[in-house]
């Protein structure tokens, strides 16, 4: 199982970003993909999720109506649409894989991963 994030880089404030994530050695079908960041001396959080079966999204408040999960099984990627970037998206983002079935409120913690993919560097600034 190999996950392998890509597509981040320098942008201005206002600006928008693509991230991908390839997945191999796995149906993504049958997985949850998840999103998450860390910012320079911070901790990792919580981003968005994508769930496999139905492909319903979950945004973390920070960024809910600025970023769009999505996932194209056929190409075995999920996406992240980040528009309307801040400095304060500025991070490593990093995508994971799970396929546990939890309930409410999982798949907001990296304990509820399994597969990690090696992260791609976001920055925000002018």
């Known amino acids: 199982v190999q996950l392998q994030a890509s597509g981040g880089g320098l942008v201005q404030p206002g600006g928008s970003l693509r991230l991908s994530c390839a997945a191999s050695?796995?149906?993504?079908?049958?997985?949850?993909i998840g999103w998450f960041r860390q910012a320079p001396g911070g901790e990792r959080e919580w981003v968005s999720y994508?769930?496999?079966?139905?492909?319903?999204?979950v945004y973390a408040d920070y960024v809910k109506g600025r970023f769009t999960i999505s996932r194209d099984n056929a190409k075995a990627t999920v996406y992240l649409r980040m528009n309307s970037l801040k400095p304060e998206d500025t991070a490593v983002y990093y995508c994971?894989?799970?396929?546990?079935?939890?309930?409410?409120?999982?798949?907001?913690?990296?304990?509820?991963?399994?597969?990690w993919g090696q992260g791609t560097l976001v920055t925000v600034s002018s």
């Open positions: 994971a894989a799970t396929s546990y079935l939890g309930g409410v409120g999982y798949y907001k913690y990296s304990g509820d991963y399994d597969y």
């Open positions: 050695g796995f149906i993504l079908d049958y997985y949850i």
């Open positions: 994508i769930t496999g079966n139905d492909g319903s999204t």
